[in-house]
């Protein structure tokens, strides 16, 4: 069941990434949406492991967005961050957060 819930997250996520950037919190929002009763941490496993194919894919780069607007601020990280990560949660008015956007 991983892949195909990994498979239908990055074809979300490249259907979004057509009209804007996509925040990693996203990942977890439209994962919550399909799995409500799922735990955080497989919620975040599995946003994790569509990012990693994403980027391995070469369909976007992460960069640093500010709250609430989506202006880039910075680049991101270059390596995907895991699921153990705080990325995942929600952004903070006027703070920075890590967002994919097409290459």
Do not use: K
Request: glycine share 6%; hydrophobic share 40%.
């Amino acid at each position: 069941m991983t892949t195909s819930v990994t498979d239908h997250l990055v074809q979300e996520v490249r259907d979004l990434l057509e009209v804007s950037s996509v925040g990693l919190y996203e990942f977890t929002w439209i994962l919550r949406s399909l799995f409500p009763d799922s735990a955080d941490e497989e919620l975040r496993s599995w946003a994790s492991d569509a990012l990693a194919q994403l980027m391995t894919s070469h369909d976007g780069h992460l960069v640093l967005l500010e709250w609430p607007s989506e202006d880039v601020i910075g680049a991101g990280p270059e390596t995907p961050p895991g699921p153990s990560s705080d990325v995942w949660g929600e952004p903070q008015d006027g703070r920075s957060y890590i967002a994919i956007i097409r290459n």
